[in-house]
């Protein structure tokens, strides 16, 4: 249903890159660390669709968790992926540790299949949040994921792109409070590498305006920037995007993390393009 208005592996695998943003607690655990980790995923047994392997190298992966003291942004590795038996995502390996649902619930859960990205957020329970017990039930983790691919991504070496947003997560707040997101558009410059990205949300009566501008990689399809944020029309706070173009261009998925100083919102948003323009 739709919701409205990458380095070697680890294992020396196929890679699979994420966009992260997690609280500053987060810690880095070795590869020795990951593998003693007890990961207690719910779920069934990762499918083969979604295991990293040589035929499915390119899986792009977004997540955006709330941040209890502001939030950063993190490229990592996703090994190990559990999905439910919606497809849904139930936890994974990253570099910084081990995530599980636990016993969080699946909430704002999309898919577009045009594109075959999905998108949802953990929310209420406790969820294992990069190796630690965290709970969720004044905040979310986001998350959304492409479709595997069997080829190297192939994006275009010039012209551009316009995406328009087919489905996202309702953004959420450290303080507990749950938004809409109103308004939101990605456009990829694939001749100068770049990517413009903006978006209207309101959470806890307030209204959040972004906009910034990033770098986009075309071997890779991932991007990130930093925004410009506006609050109700004179207040000022920032943030910042991640997030990846499919491999043939006809989606993309883009994880979001706004903050005051005080609160950190944060969301997912997935996109469909429309013509690519030379």
């Known amino acids: 249903s739709m919701v409205p208005s990458p380095p070697p592996s680890l ?15 987060a810690g880095t655990h070795s590869p020795e660390e990951l593998s003693a980790l007890d990961l207690d995923i719910t779920g069934p047994e990762p499918s083969d669709r979604l295991r990293p392997s040589l035929e499915n190298p390119n899986q792009p992966f977004a997540y955006a968790p709330d941040g209890d003291d502001g939030a950063r942004s993190k490229l990592g590795l996703a090994l190990d992926v559990n999905v439910d038996g919606n497809n849904s995502l139930a ?5 910084d540790g081990a995530y599980a649902i636990g016993s969080a619930q699946q909430k704002d859960v999309g898919f577009d299949p045009d594109t075959g990205i999905r998108w949802g957020r ?4 406790d969820a294992l949040i990069a190796g630690e017990d965290v709970s969720l039930q004044d905040r979310s983790l986001a ?17 551009s792109a316009e995406f328009t947003l087919s489905g996202n997560t309702s953004p959420t707040d450290t303080a507990g409070n749950i938004g809409f997101l ?18 209207s949300l309101g959470i806890g009566n307030s209204v959040w305006d972004a906009s910034g501008s990033g ?20 207040g000022t706070g920032s943030g910042q995007f991640n997030g990846f173009v499919l491999p043939d261009a006809s989606g993309a998925g883009l994880g979001y993390s706004l903050t005051d100083g005080e609160s950190t919102i944060s969301g997912t948003a997935a996109f469909r393009a429309n013509e690519v323009a030379p």
């Open 11 to 25: 294992r020396a695998a196929p890679r699979r890159t994420i966009q992260i943003a997690v609280d500053d607690r």
């Open 91 to 95: 936890g994974f390996n990253g570099e």
């Open 122 to 125: 953990w929310s209420g329970g």
């Open 143 to 159: 998350w959304i994921y492409g479709p595997a691919f069997d080829d190297a991504p192939a994006l275009p070496l010039s012209g």
């Open 182 to 199: 109103g308004a939101a558009n990605l456009t990829a410059n694939f001749s100068d590498q770049t990517v413009f990205s903006s978006l």
């Open 215 to 234: 770098t986009l990689s075309p071997d890779s399809g991932l991007f990130g920037g930093t925004y410009d944020v506006l609050i109700d029309s004179s």
